[in-house]
């Protein structure tokens, strides 16, 4: 059975702190991919990386950084958290072969103060 | 500019009864389509996948349907159980591996 996990599901962070969101699967996926879901907005890309140590900018990058040092690990970093950075993210990932379907985590809710 | 997933926010159906959960997309290039469950707490799951060069598929209870002439595609769930209850979305993978969800629809299944 395919497994994405996330390392939190609540997280409460100060204005200003530094913020690991850690991602791991266990499919030997090449590509992974961090989105986060706000009300009336659905889901909106943030980075996403096809390979080890490579990564692309999503479509709302800004604020966030990432790292992919193992295949199976991929980190979103709130450099400085804002409020408005308050959010519920998910983590998921895909193969390069086969189906197209992505495989989402849990989620971590964010809460930013 | 391209644009996938253009929902109803919400829908309410009496347990039993079919749900038709609809989604219209504007990219007629667009060769693929997902639908994902997500309920409450939890991360999206896949449904079901649909290639442009079909009409219809089915699953288990879920049928997808698909019109490319109006660029339009809907998710039906026979015999709604509470056990549906949750937000669904259609998505369409684009080039670079990303992916365009729309809002989704929260469906609401009455006892």
């Known amino acids: 059975d395919v497994k994405v996990t996330q390392s939190s599901r609540y997280l409460v962070k100060r204005t200003g702190e530094k913020v690991f969101l850690e991602c791991v699967q266990d499919?030997?996926?090449?590509?992974m991919f961090w989105y986060r879901q706000d009300p009336g907005l659905g889901l909106r890309l943030i980075y996403f990386?096809?390979?080890?140590?490579?990564?692309e900018k999503g479509d709302i990058p800004e604020g966030y950084s990432v790292s992919r040092e193992k295949k199976e690990r991929f980190s979103l970093i709130l450099e400085s958290a804002s409020t408005n950075q308050t959010s519920m993210y998910l983590c998921?990932?895909?193969?390069?072969?086969?189906?197209?379907?992505?495989?989402f985590g849990p989620g971590t809710r964010l809460t930013v103060t | 500019g391209e644009s996938v997933g253009l929902h109803l926010p919400t829908l309410s159906v009496q347990e039993g009864d079919n749900s038709i959960i609809n989604c219209a997309y504007s990219?007629?290039?667009?060769?693929?389509f997902i639908w994902y469950k997500q309920e409450s707490g939890k991360g999206p799951q896949f449904i079901i996948d649909?290639?442009?060069?079909?009409d219809k598929r089915q699953g288990q209870r879920v049928t997808v349907l698909l019109n490319k002439t109006v660029k339009h595609l809907s998710l039906q769930i026979a015999a709604t159980q509470p056990g549906d209850s949750a937000v669904y979305f259609c998505?369409?993978?684009?080039?670079?591996?990303?992916?365009?969800f729309g809002t989704g629809t929260s469906l609401t299944v009455i006892p």
């Open positions: 998921a990932s895909r193969g390069r072969a086969g189906g197209n379907e992505q495989y």
């Open positions: 499919m030997d996926h090449e590509n």
């Open positions: 990386s096809y390979d080890v140590k490579m990564k």
């Open positions: 990219n007629s290039a667009s060769d693929y």
């Open positions: 649909i290639r442009s060069n079909m």
């Open positions: 998505a369409e993978p684009n080039t670079g591996n990303q992916f365009y």
